[in-house]
């Protein structure tokens, strides 16, 4: 039987959750900026290792950038917890520091957060850096936020970009391995997937 797992992808306005996820899926990519304006589900089937996993990837439009932002946003996860309850991908752009500060709205453990009842060490989280082509621009050095991801949020850090399809299959291959490892209770330094794109294999069909 083919296990299922259920990704939601939340982040900003304009970071590139629907670029990453189409050159994960199709290999594809375009320059021309087209905002998520309602949920869509990507249903591809991935080997892991020479196991076959179903993956369902939810791109989440994003709440308003302003006024009631965190109200909308909330609301949003709310709606994703109804649908995807298994992994998180938290998309924020590596030259916008409000693009982070969204992230942040989205975890930090206030009252009427949601992910709060969803900790890292429950459900995975990973928090991605994109439009790493464009470093040069960055608000703060990768290892600050990596710092603060790891060390306080406890959640899996990774940077790619989508343009020139750098470290996508990566990040996928990060967060199936930490899925796989927490569902199915398997040794997690066995199948664990930072920096062993050699060791262990991984494709999209």
């Known amino acids: 039987m083919v296990e299922t797992l259920s990704i939601a992808v939340i982040g900003a306005p304009g970071v590139g959750k629907t670029s990453i996820i189409r050159q994960f899926i199709y290999n594809d990519f375009s320059d021309t900026y087209s905002p998520t304006k309602t949920r869509y ?8 290792n020479g196991v076959m996993y179903d993956l369902k990837i939810l791109d989440v439009p994003p709440g308003s950038s302003s006024g009631r932002s965190a109200q909308r946003e909330h609301s949003w996860l709310e ?15 590596i030259c916008c520091v409000e ?9 930090s453990p206030t009252p ?13 989280i990973l928090v991605v850096g994109s439009k790493r082509d464009l470093q040069r621009h960055r608000f703060t050095q990768r290892r600050a936020v990596s710092v603060l991801v790891k060390r306080t949020w406890k959640c899996g850090y990774v940077e790619c970009s989508a343009k020139h399809n750098w ?9 199936l391995g930490i899925a796989v490892a927490r569902g199915l209770r398997h040794n997690h330094t066995a199948i664990r997937l930072q920096g062993a794109l050699q060791r262990n294999r991984c494709c999209v069909m």
């Open 79 to 93: 709606m994703v917890d109804s649908y995807f309850t298994y992994a998180y991908i938290l998309v924020y752009d």
């Open 112 to 124: 009427h957060t949601h992910l709060q009842r969803k900790s890292s060490s429950e459900v995975p």
């Open 41 to 48: 589900v990507y249903r591809p089937s991935v080997i892991l």
């Open 167 to 175: 470290h996508v299959l990566l990040l996928f291959k990060e967060l």
């Open 99 to 107: 693009s982070f500060e969204y992230s942040i709205s989205c975890y």
